[in-house]
């Protein structure tokens, strides 16, 4: 094999936050679907899951908790 040149550029962090801003407002108001539901979920108030996908927060906590058993407290 021969040798691999690899050349990384530095960018400024003034040009680093213009553009991660520009791509900010680009989303934003922006929908997605829900991975669990399929309804439409804003970008501003989705959650993530474990695999990285959008989902309301209500269709998350019912995936989570739906094959959980109820515990019995003993009272002591």
């Not at 108030?45 to 995936?63: F, P, Q, R, S």
Request: aromatic share 8%; proline share 4%.
């Amino acid at each position: 094999m021969g040798k691999v040149n690899t050349y990384f550029e530095q960018v400024p962090l003034v040009i680093a936050k213009r553009v991660a801003y520009e791509e900010a407002q680009l989303w934003k108001g922006r929908l997605v679907t829900c991975a669990i539901c399929g309804t439409p979920v804003e970008l501003e108030n989705c959650k993530i899951d474990e695999v990285g996908d959008a989902v309301h927060d209500k269709c998350y906590l019912a995936k989570v908790t739906a094959g959980a058993k109820p515990r019995r407290f003993k009272s002591a």
